[in-house]
DNA sequence: GTCTATATCTAGATAGAC
DNA sequence: GTCTATCTAGATATAGAC
């Protein structure tokens, strides 16, 4: 053959990456399947030797991003214990509102997912529970952990819906300083500073 | 002419309706102006003579969005006591999880506003601000105000992003009771039983 | 495996008859 | 104002040459 034996598999990596930056800048639906090969400076008819339909690479697309992010957020048995305050001033901080190609999947495509497949949303529930369950050791208790989840995803998506950076820069940090303060964590997110009222 | 004089009215009244309902439930991007005109009746030609394009239905469609959410939401003067409780507790439910033609249109339409222009962010933000400045006098503070919609908008996606009803009643479930244990209420949301470990 | 060309369909938007 | 017909553009997907 004229490529490689690992040919194949390396466009398909590079597709899915790339396909999970533009998919959350710009959404899945609204992104067609040309731009996502052009991306990768391929021509949209090469698509479907590595994809079956733009459906298959949708689902594929979520379960890595949901695949990623669990692991990064519940961490493992090495993690250091000031691990979730570091994950959560990561996730709330201004570089993840102004870069959602970059970040968390739920934010930007969380109604797509809504509306997908129900394996979509099994491997997203799964996820899901993972993230909760090892946070869940950590926090308060099982309420605490799907209120904090449901914060984070909630500030993130509040920050990028409004216009001035002064209103997304407040929402962030309202946020960090109420789980500082609600949440009975090892570590604070931010310095013990001032808590306006 | 051979119409009443409230005709082009009604129809741009009905439009903004079915419209909302639509674009919460399917995604405003992914549905054309043909499917928007026939669930009131009428043929896609016809939408030119009430919108010069799709994308003004989409700021038209917001703006109305937030304001009757953050109307409904903040109150006014005459609101009960437990005003903020009773929201709450329609907004982290079950119904609204599975209902959102009729819900709050952030959690279905969040990136697609974070992905608009100025005019429509500017406007979500004025009603974002309404709501919080109302709520941030009933509850704790400013902070506890923005920890509260971005849990309550985060919940809703949450739950609606997974698979299994069992999960999903979870999630709001659990919500529902840190936002009781956590935030000082006047009126809690659900009767003080157990809050499960 | 990738390319170009193409089939098919749908989208947003416009033109002209009624 | 609404309709049908149409223009133009873009989408998903397939076919066949290299």
Not at 49 to 77: C, T, W, Y
Not at 116 to 124: D, I, L, N, S, T
Not at 131 to 153: F, G, K, P, T, Y
Request: negative net charge; glycine residues 8%.
């Amino acid at each position: 053959m004229r490529y490689s034996s690992t040919h194949k598999e390396e466009v398909r990596e590079k597709l899915l990456a790339t396909s999970q930056a533009i998919a959350k800048a710009g959404g899945f639906s609204t992104t067609g399947v040309d731009a996502l090969m052009g991306a990768i400076g391929l021509t949209g008819g090469a698509f479907y030797s590595h994809f079956p339909s733009k459906q298959a690479l949708f689902e594929a697309v979520i379960e890595r991003e949901m695949a990623n992010s669990s692991d990064m957020l519940a961490g493992d048995g090495s993690s250091a214990p000031d691990h979730v305050a570091k994950r959560l001033r990561g996730y709330l901080s201004t570089f993840h509102a102004t870069h959602p190609e970059q970040g968390c999947a739920l934010p930007t495509l969380g109604a797509e997912i809504s509306r997908a497949q129900p394996e979509v949303r099994k491997a997203v529930e799964a996820c899901l529970k993972k993230v909760h369950d090892n946070w869940a050791e950590r926090v308060e208790d099982s309420d605490a952990a799907w209120a904090l989840i449901a914060q984070c995803v909630g500030a993130l998506m509040l920050a990028r819906s409004v216009d001035s950076d002064k209103t997304r820069k407040e929402i962030l940090a309202a946020n960090r300083r109420f789980i500082d303060e609600a949440h009975s964590l090892e570590h604070p997110l931010q310095p013990p500073s001032g808590r306006q009222a």
